[in-house]
């Protein structure tokens, strides 16, 4: 079995990956801390987590997290998260970073993080790990940079539009993406609140959201694709929907685009590209690792619409984290990875 550690247990992602490492077969959680020390199992702490018993929160050091495990994803704030993951990482360790501290070029981070970058060998060393488009990176590396939530959904559903170019040059690429509360975490903050978010909805962080140059950056090293990312506030639990608005090439037909994204999607396990009408639905993923997308031509726009759906906690962060771990160990992308959605 190989040794575990979570940094960030006790966070939303955190929970998550416990949650999906109950029921994995190669590995053993032996290490979870957070920010705080606990008395309790987590087993007690955290009543949904009724198979962790004799492991408890403790507050993270970085030597009994290098003693306890072979492995550790670290899933803190950006701007703390990075660092210890890279202390774990010079330590020897391979680490799965869910921040957005490891996923840019350190000028971009720090005027879309406002934040200090971490040194540029650890930036070096980090693969970005969306699964679906660098399988071959990640099995080969040892520290990884595990996307944002809404850029994952962004990018799975632009990817194969932009690589096999349909769209238009020099067009911005529109995409109206919107995610469940618990893509915030779990900091109490008064926006956050019931009575604020029950039957509400609306934009935020316009014109600044930091998935923005980590979705254009994927899309093209060169930034030659532009993306206008507007985010906004659903009032669910979890779950991100995106739809994406890609001005169309002349001469291409619902049937090429379609066959773009199917042939691209065919043998990935948790992409599934819907039939011709369909549209994807939150509650079709909402507590498993897969994304649903669909496609469509609107002829009189010209224009190609992309729709997205994913969990934020799964494949938008802990799932996807879960999928990285195995394919840098060589285990089926899958392993602990194929409980079907919660529905409805
Ligand atoms: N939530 C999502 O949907 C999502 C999706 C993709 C990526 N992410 C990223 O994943 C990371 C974690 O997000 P989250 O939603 O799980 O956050 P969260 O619910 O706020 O949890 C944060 C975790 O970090 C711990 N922590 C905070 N500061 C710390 C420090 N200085 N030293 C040690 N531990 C510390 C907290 O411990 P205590 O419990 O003791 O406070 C808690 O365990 C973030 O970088 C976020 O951007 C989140």
Redesign the pocket.
């Known amino acids: 079995m190989l040794r575990v550690g979570i940094?960030?247990?006790?966070?939303?992602?955190?929970?998550?990956l416990l949650r999906i490492l109950a029921g994995h077969k190669e590995v053993s959680v032996e290490y979870v801390?957070?920010?705080?020390e606990s008395d309790e199992d987590l087993a007690q702490e955290y009543p949904f987590l009724g198979s962790y018993q004799g492991l408890k929160?403790r507050?993270?050091d970085l030597q009994e997290c290098i003693e306890a495990c072979d492995s550790v994803f670290?899933?803190?704030?950006?701007?703390?998260?990075g660092a210890?993951a890279g202390q774990l990482w010079r330590a020897g360790k391979r680490v799965i970073?869910?921040?957005?501290?490891l996923r840019l070029p350190q000028p971009l981070y720090e005027s879309w993080y406002e934040k200090k970058a971490v040194d540029q060998d650890i930036l070096d060393a980090a693969v970005y790990g969306l699964c679906e488009w660098h399988a071959d990176a990640i099995a080969s590396a040892s520290l990884i940079a595990?996307?944002?939530?809404f850029a994952?959904a962004t990018l799975l559903a632009l990817l194969p539009a932009v690589r096999a170019g349909l769209l238009q040059e020099s067009k911005v690429v529109m995409v109206d993406a919107k995610?469940?509360v618990?893509?915030?975490?779990?900091?109490v903050a008064p926006a956050r609140q019931l009575a604020e978010l029950a039957d509400n909805f609306y934009p935020y962080r316009v014109g600044k959201h930091q998935h923005t140059p980590e979705i254009e950056r994927e899309l093209s090293p060169e930034f030659a694709v532009q993306v206008l990312l507007t985010t906004q506030l659903l009032p669910i639990a979890?779950g991100?929907a995106v739809s994406c608005y890609i001005p169309l090439k002349d001469g291409v037909s619902f049937a090429d685009a379609y066959s773009v994204y199917a042939d691209r999607y065919s043998d990935t396990p948790f992409v599934r590209v819907l039939g011709k009408g369909s549209v994807p639905q939150l509650k079709h993923v909402r507590g498993s690792n897969e994304t649903h997308i669909s496609v469509h031509v609107d002829e009189r726009t010209r224009t190609l619409q992309v729709f997205s759906v994913l969990d934020?906690?799964q494949k938008?962060?802990?799932g996807q984290a879960v999928q990285n771990l195995n394919l840098m160990n060589g285990w089926p992308e899958t392993t602990g990875l194929l409980t079907p959605a919660l529905y409805p």
């Open positions: 940094v960030g247990a006790s966070g939303y992602g955190g929970m998550e801390s957070g920010n705080h929160i507050k993270y670290v899933a803190l704030p950006s701007g703390s998260s210890i970073d869910l921040s957005g501290d595990n996307p944002g939530c994952t995610s469940g618990s893509g915030a975490g779990k900091a979890r991100i934020n906690l938008g962060a802990a």
